[in-house]
């Protein structure tokens, strides 16, 4: 009954540092999405990926990259961290839009 | 302007309470409504689907003005446990990309 599984929970890096979160889904749902979560601001779409094989940006793209492994994960990547990556990241599947599942976030501080 | 827009509240009420707030969508072309809660420090959960006609789901119930562009959601005979983050949620017909409010928040005191 795993539902969206996010990896790590916690992190904290250094700027200029890289890190890749992971999130893997055991649903067999479709899409998946990352969000980051600030405060006052809302869950904004960082990218998407519809389907196997596809990603898409969202609202707040700048600074990351993603890669769809396989029907079952989909990656975020920081390539050189900032401190304005400071948040709360979400993952999420669905199969439509009353499917949305998220995982349980990571907490990431970019000191 | 953000997409989505609510009042961040805090509403502080009494157990058996009833407390209503609201949230306005700035596209027209919205088509899907709902509301999700989130406890602190978690993730968000699917509260309720928000129809045109209204809807209830036990002590909760959401209404939809699409021609003021604002959804509802009541809740009645409030209990400790109701407290959390509400958090108004819009999509654009056959896109499953979902916009979020920056949430509601709701405390409720025994």
């Known amino acids: 009954n795993a539902g969206v599984t996010q990896t790590p929970k916690f992190q904290v890096l250094k700027t200029g540092q890289s890190m890749t979160l992971q999130c893997a889904q055991d649903?067999?749902?479709?899409?998946m999405y990352w969000y980051r979560q600030d405060p006052g601001m809302g869950l904004r779409l960082i990218y998407y990926?519809?389907?196997?094989?596809?990603?898409d940006k969202g609202e707040v793209p700048n600074g990351y990259n993603v890669s769809r492994l396989n029907k079952r994960e989909f990656s975020l990547r920081l390539e050189s961290a900032a401190p304005s990556q400071t948040s709360v990241y979400f993952c999420a599947s669905s199969e439509s839009l009353y499917g949305y599942t998220f995982g349980s976030g990571t907490r990431l501080t970019v000191v | 302007r953000k997409e989505v827009e609510q009042d961040p509240g805090p509403f502080n009420v009494p157990e058996g309470a009833t407390v209503a707030f609201n949230c306005t969508y700035s596209n027209s072309a919205s088509q899907s409504f709902f509301w999700y809660r989130q406890d602190c420090r978690k993730e968000p959960k699917l509260l309720m689907s928000?129809?045109?006609s209204g809807n209830e789901d036990g002590r909760f119930t959401a209404q939809l003005n699409r021609a003021s562009q604002y959804i509802s959601l009541l809740i009645r005979d409030s209990k400790l446990s109701d407290s959390a983050t509400y958090l108004c949620v819009v999509n654009e017909l056959n896109d499953y990309k979902l916009s979020f409010g920056a949430g509601t928040t709701v405390t409720v005191r025994a």
């Open positions: 928000v129809y045109s």
């Open positions: 649903m067999n749902h479709n899409s």
């Open positions: 990926s519809a389907s196997e094989g596809t990603t």
